[in-house]
């Protein structure tokens, strides 16, 4: 029963590259959370999604950020054009439903140089 | 609007010492409350919640009581072990259900 899985573990983007960020919910799981973590600080909300649709966007930056969550496949969240500020692990959560505690995956650090 | 706040780390102690770390918070109505740990280079991991005024929750030797007149949810143990060294995260569920409000994180290190 493998948990929540992202990938990849560790990502190193250029200023001004693209940067996707995968995460596999738990089977079964059908919510799905995006959350940032700055160096020394807690975890910030991102967003919150259920399968082909965007709940609660309110922690995302207005500019560069998306996230999906198709019918197949992976959840996504891209960053465009990223800038050093950007550099932080991504978490991604999942859960059965949205009453139930969250399983969070391992994390995306993402550093940009 | 939602907050957590906890307290200042590093937390440092002995092991078979008794932990406190406090956590408060502000936000409208009665949330549910919760407390995460993470170990070194991986995620989140549920320790223990409380749903609703006076409740404890409790695992693996911790416990956290919701206290509503303090508006607090201080996390205990009564013996730490090395093994317990990590970043522990209070959060509490933001009115709509939608997202978790974490504070800052406080690391605690336990030697032998």
């Known amino acids: 029963n493998a948990g929540v899985m992202q990938n990849p573990r560790h990502l190193v983007r250029r200023r001004g590259q693209e940067a996707r960020l995968r995460c596999s919910p738990m089977k079964g799981h059908s919510h799905v959370y995006w959350y940032r973590q700055l160096p020394e600080e807690g975890l910030k909300f991102m967003v919150y999604?259920?399968?082909?649709?965007?709940?609660?966007e309110s922690g995302m930056p207005k500019e560069r950020f998306s996230a999906e969550f198709p019918k197949e496949g992976p959840s996504i969240l891209r960053i465009q054009q990223v800038v050093r500020g950007d550099s932080a692990a991504y978490f991604c959560?999942?859960?059965?439903?949205?009453?139930?505690?969250?399983?969070f995956g391992s994390g995306t650090r993402l550093t940009v140089v | 609007g939602n907050s957590v706040t906890q307290m200042e780390g590093p937390v440092t102690l002995s092991e078979e010492a008794f932990l406190t770390i406090n956590c408060t918070y502000t936000?409208?109505?009665?949330?549910?409350l919760f407390w995460y740990v993470q170990y070194p280079g991986e995620g989140l991991q549920l320790l223990l919640k409380a749903t609703k005024a006076d409740d404890k929750g409790s695992n693996k030797g911790f416990e956290a009581t919701y206290r509503k007149e303090t508006t607090s949810f201080h996390l205990e143990k009564g013996s730490v072990q090395v093994s317990d060294s990590a970043v522990y995260f209070c959060a509490l569920r933001n009115q709509a259900g939608t997202a978790l409000i974490f504070g800052k994180g406080t690391t605690l290190s336990v030697s032998s």
């Open positions: 999604l259920q399968k082909e649709n965007i709940i609660d």
């Open positions: 959560a999942s859960s059965l439903t949205n009453e139930l505690g969250y399983t």
């Open positions: 936000a409208t109505g009665y949330p549910s």
